[in-house]
């Protein structure tokens, strides 16, 4: 089987704040993208990386591509994405050649994933697993509330039981038909799907939870910006 890793960058980073689109925004120097290319081709399975890149930076990341050191045996592909990720995941999967039979999709806002969690989840779809997702416990309690005002106190609704609640990291590992599939059939309105194993629960197919790691936390907030640096800092050290 071969497998292909899709990576949403088209993102314009709007709570990390002003300035480039997230994923060319530099950690130590360089761009989170590459770091998350750089994880998806650290997997010997995966034999081809599609990025997907924000309006106009395609040749900004074709030339970041060129200009960075990444391993001879993976292909890449640059197209550009839509205005939601649920969309620049859509034209990713539309890119991809015949013969790949296994999809990752990896947020590039998760630049330091380790390849041990890649090959997991590879691993998980290749024993059979259509759908395979890397999750953590929360350390958080979570309330269900009732959406008020920014500024209003929100009723609390429910309290779901913290044991048997998940945080969902990417890379998700997918058979590609059932990916491909979930995307042409479940019709999600606004922002779209924050996750794509969601859209292949809507199809009545079964979705696994596989071990997260800590470092595949995403990069949303400026103080993520800090942590991501330390890491890469202690990596190094
Ligand atoms: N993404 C994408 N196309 C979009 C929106 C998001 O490819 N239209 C990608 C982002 O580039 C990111 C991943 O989806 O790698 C996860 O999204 P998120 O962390 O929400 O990134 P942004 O949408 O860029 O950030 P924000 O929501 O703060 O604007
Ligand atoms: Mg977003």
Excluded: Y
């Amino acid at each position: 089987s071969r497998t292909a890793a899709v990576i949403p960058a088209a993102g314009r980073g709007v709570r990390l704040g002003p300035g480039a689109p997230k994923a060319l925004r530099p950690l130590n120097g360089t761009p989170m993208l590459i770091h998350a290319v750089r994880a998806m081709a650290a997997s010997r399975a995966v034999s081809l990386v599609v990025v997907v890149a924000p309006p106009d930076g395609a040749a900004e990341v074709k030339s970041l591509l060129a200009s960075h050191a990444l391993p001879e045996r993976t292909d890449f592909l640059v197209i550009t994405g839509g205005d939601t990720r649920q969309e620049s995941v859509k034209l990713g999967l539309d890119a991809l050649p015949p013969g790949i039979d296994i999809v990752l999709v990896h947020d590039a806002a998760r630049p330091l994933v380790p390849v041990d969690t890649v090959d997991a989840v590879i691993e998980a779809v290749r024993a059979g697993d259509p759908a395979v997702v890397p999750a953590l416990p929360l350390a958080d309690t979570v309330k269900q509330v009732e959406p008020r005002e920014k500024g209003e106190p929100e009723p609390v609704v429910a309290t779901p039981e913290r044991a048997r609640l998940r945080a969902v990291q990417t890379p998700q590992g997918f058979d590609r038909a059932t990916l491909v599939r979930a995307h042409e059939t479940v019709a999600l309105s606004g922002e779209g799907a924050t996750d794509d194993a969601g859209m292949v629960e809507q199809l009545g197919v079964p979705v696994v939870v596989v071990p997260g790691h800590e470092e595949a936390f995403k990069v949303t907030r400026p103080l993520d910006l800090v942590l991501a640096e330390a890491v890469l800092a202690r990596r190094r050290a």
